[in-house]
């Protein structure tokens, strides 16, 4: 089991990390791994950490292989699947970039993307806290799309966070920013109310949405198209009871 608790001080120079959480997604492991190096080769100073939800297929012997390969890949594993949010919030405490960026492993996400999100960050200095990727053009049969239209409707008319899509999987953030936000199961549909709560600004970049490249959803039902009841309400109170953040400097002599 590897330790997730700090970043490694050896690796300072890293400036984005790319956190891909999968499980049972062996065969879409090589072809999305391209694609990322494709569109960040020469871009940024990078690597990619691929948290391993448990899975039970060969996902993590091809990430072995992949990573004999790339010196810049990384692969944390959970022991038993823990869900999305889990393995999201394990690869971004294992992350040594200070921009953190994530998508989806079953090839929907276009790492295409990844640039104008990681862009909208560095250009929108300290104000901005999250980079939204905001879907068009969706593969997803019409079921899905209308469960998912329900489902933001509902979260952005009690949260108000001003925000048409969260559950596209393209997303960078400043790591310190994520790791400020309290912790639960489902955070990462949360994350543009919890980000605004803390006082930054979101920016939103529209992405394309694909087919997965093979595959069914490993996910379930629940984790992708509802928003929890009882989710929903605690941030609705977490927001409700924030407080503003007092200003802080060192008294010195």
């Not at 050896?10 to 879409?28: K, L």
């Not at 310190?176 to 199961?185: C, K, Q």
Request: proline share 4%.
């Amino acid at each position: 089991m590897v330790s997730v608790d700090l970043p490694s001080s050896d690796t300072a120079a890293t400036a984005v990390s790319i956190v891909v959480p999968v499980r049972n997604e062996a065969d879409n492991v090589a072809p999305l791994i391209a694609e990322i190096a494709a569109a960040l080769d020469s871009r940024w100073i990078y690597e990619i950490i691929y948290v391993n939800d448990g899975s039970t297929d060969a996902t993590g012997e091809r990430l072995v292989a992949a990573m004999r390969q790339r010196g810049n890949l990384r692969q944390i594993r959970h022991a038993t699947s823990s869900g999305q949010s889990a393995a999201v919030r394990s690869g971004v405490r294992a992350a040594r970039g200070a921009i953190v960026a994530t998508l989806d492993g079953d090839g929907q996400n276009n790492p295409a993307f990844l640039p104008d999100l990681i862009s909208a960050i560095e250009k929108g200095g300290e104000r901005v806290g999250l980079a939204a990727g905001q879907r068009v053009g969706r593969k997803d049969t019409g079921f899905k799309k209308i469960q998912s239209r329900i489902a933001n409707a509902v979260r952005n008319a009690i949260l108000r966070d001003g925000t048409r899509d969260t559950g596209c999987g393209l997303k960078a953030f400043r790591r310190e920013v994520f790791l400020a936000l309290p912790y639960f199961d489902g955070l990462h549909r949360f994350l543009p109310a919890l980000v605004r709560r803390e006082g930054y600004e979101i920016a939103y970049v529209e992405v394309t949405d694909r087919p997965r490249h093979s595959g069914v959803s490993n996910y379930g039902f629940f984790d992708r198209l509802w928003i929890g009841i009882m989710d929903l309400a605690g941030v609705w109170w977490l927001i409700r009871r924030k407080k503003p953040t007092p200003a802080v400097t060192e008294v010195t002599l």
